[in-house]
């Protein structure tokens, strides 16, 4: 009897349990490889001159994902956080004819073509409501912010930067612009040419 104490007592004291926790590494009885010399992040190095271990990149190295030059154009905001106003490309019908693409593959069954918010979803009871892209609200927030809504999603809104390239996002909020114009026009926004067709007639 008190040698299975002793037995068991050992069994603790070694902690030969399986499953227990050790403070200490175990006995390694063929360290093959398993155990070499290295340096961890952060610490001090005697091989370097700087007396550091990690060294800093390359001038010029640029990580994945930092590239920092076409901020407001990758990221819809200005160097102070503020969204961006405009449409950083330049309107043109090349880029309104891919905007119109875009949006009639990305947008349209939510929002609908011409952008009223009833597209085909509504119909199978879609658990939201998609906006209404003619909303005053909408009309008038900065470039900027309805490329974040596009490319990180807002709300009940899914997130498309995935999907959807930063110079198409671009277009589609070109073709967008142009479907809210097409909403609210005045006679003044006519060519003089149209205008004077539109008087001829009345
Ligand atoms: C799966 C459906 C769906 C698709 C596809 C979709 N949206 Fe939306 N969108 C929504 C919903 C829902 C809202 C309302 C979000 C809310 O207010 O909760 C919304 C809101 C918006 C808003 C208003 C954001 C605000 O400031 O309130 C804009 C602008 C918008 N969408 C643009 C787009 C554009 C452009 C595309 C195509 C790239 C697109 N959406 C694709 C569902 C969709």
Request: net charge negative; aromatic share 10%; with cysteine.
């Amino acid at each position: 009897m008190r040698f299975n104490l002793v037995i068991l007592s050992l069994l603790f004291l070694t902690g030969c349990f399986r499953g227990s926790k050790f403070e200490t590494s175990p006995i390694h009885l063929n360290p093959n490889m398993d155990n070499q010399q290295k340096y961890r992040a952060l610490e001090e190095s005697y091989f370097f001159d700087d007396g550091s271990t990690m060294r800093k990149p390359v001038e010029g190295t640029i990580a994945r994902g930092m590239i920092n030059e076409n901020y407001a154009y990758l990221s819809g905001k200005n160097d102070d956080g503020s969204y961006l106003r405009d449409n950083p490309i330049e309107l043109s019908m090349d880029v309104l004819n891919r905007g119109q693409e875009r949006y009639n593959i990305y947008c349209a069954v939510c929002h609908s073509q011409v952008g009223n918010g009833k597209g085909i979803v509504t119909k199978y009871e879609y658990p939201v409501i998609p906006a209404n892209l003619h909303d005053k609200r909408i009309r008038e927030q900065a470039d900027g912010e309805m490329y974040n809504t596009i490319v990180y999603g807002l709300r009940s809104m899914p997130a498309y930067g995935y999907q959807i390239n930063t110079e198409d996002v671009w277009s589609i909020i070109h073709y967008v612009r142009a479907l809210q114009r097409s909403q609210n026009a005045t006679i003044e926004d006519l060519p003089e040419e149209e205008k004077n067709k539109l008087s001829d007639n009345s």
